[in-house]
């Protein structure tokens, strides 16, 4: 089976590209420059027969998807995961919305228009856009609606909530497009939480994602605030079985899934397993209250049942998850 992998070169798209030469699949990725795909290409040398490569520089642009869905033999399936998650936020509709949003709705156009063989696309969506997902604030202690609140606007006016409207209206415009266009395809949407595990994507020395900069921050930048609350996370190596999964299991087809690890976590516990698994470390990173967890603070809880039971996930534990970011984020900095 023939898959296009789109933002190949991110940390989470680096493991489904994983998963799926894993698997068999020939796949096509898009990234931005001819260097990121000499990176992959010479990463995956012995797997060259599965593996082809189209350069989208910008998914925004119109028509940025058109050429890359068309392959011979012809695509069966399109991963879209490629969309700003970064902190610098300069212009929001230029950086964050339009490629979130146009680039979402581009690819279902190009499929729509160029590969009637494609069956299904699967979007990397968020938790936070929706999902009946309670969260418990020290101050309100609020339900989670089933769509987040925020409106376009924020993110243009709100740096701190542009990520976020990114990903709601990118999700929203996908649904919007099956319902309207009522294409030969089907959607599934994967809504993970905060993801974390080990980095793979060589393009990472240097430049660390989103999310295991968090991490980052306690081992090599020196953050001493351990910041307090519970939230909800998964594992980046089972986040790709997910959408390997989901490719295949014909159940999944108009689903969204909320793909989150049984555990949750907090700062103190990744601290805690710093430490256990990484002693010469240890004097350069806080300690905090070794097992206590702060309640104040937000507090997310995730309900995967649907996940586990469609996609027949079994998620790892939280220790082993934060041990394999810490000792990669540890091996890259020898690197970089
Ligand atoms: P990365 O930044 O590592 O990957 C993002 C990918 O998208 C990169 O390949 C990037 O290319 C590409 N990309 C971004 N903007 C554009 C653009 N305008 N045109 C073309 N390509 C673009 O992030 P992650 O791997 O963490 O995120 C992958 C997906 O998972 C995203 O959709 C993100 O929203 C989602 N997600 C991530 C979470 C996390 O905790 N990491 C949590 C929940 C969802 P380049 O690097 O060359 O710029």
Redesign the pocket.
Known sequence: KRVLL????????SHILKALLDSGYWVRC????TS?ATSIEKQYADKAAQLDFAI?????APNAHDKAVVADPPLDFVIH??????ANVQDPERDFLK?AID?TRGVLQSVQKFAPSVKRVVV????GTAFACPVHSASDGLGYPDWSPVAYEDGVTNPGLT?LVS?KYAELAALKFIEEQKPNFDLVVMN?????GPVI?E??VGSL???TQRISDYLIGGKTEIAPGMDVYVDVRDLAVAHVRSLEVPEAGGQRFLVCANDRFSDQFILDTIHKHFPDVAEKIPVGVPGEVKHEGIHFIGDNSKTTKILGITFRPAEETFADTAKSVLELQKKG
């Not at 990397?124 to 938790?127: E, P």
Request: hydrophobic share 35%; glycine share 6%; aromatic share 12%.
């Open positions: 789109t933002g190949a070169s991110g940390f989470v798209a898009t990234v931005r420059s990121k989208v520089e910008d998914i925004a995961t490629a969309s700003p998650f970064h490629p680039g990397t969506s968020r938790q990520y990903k993970p939480p905060w993801i974390f994507n393009q990472a994602n989103t999310s």
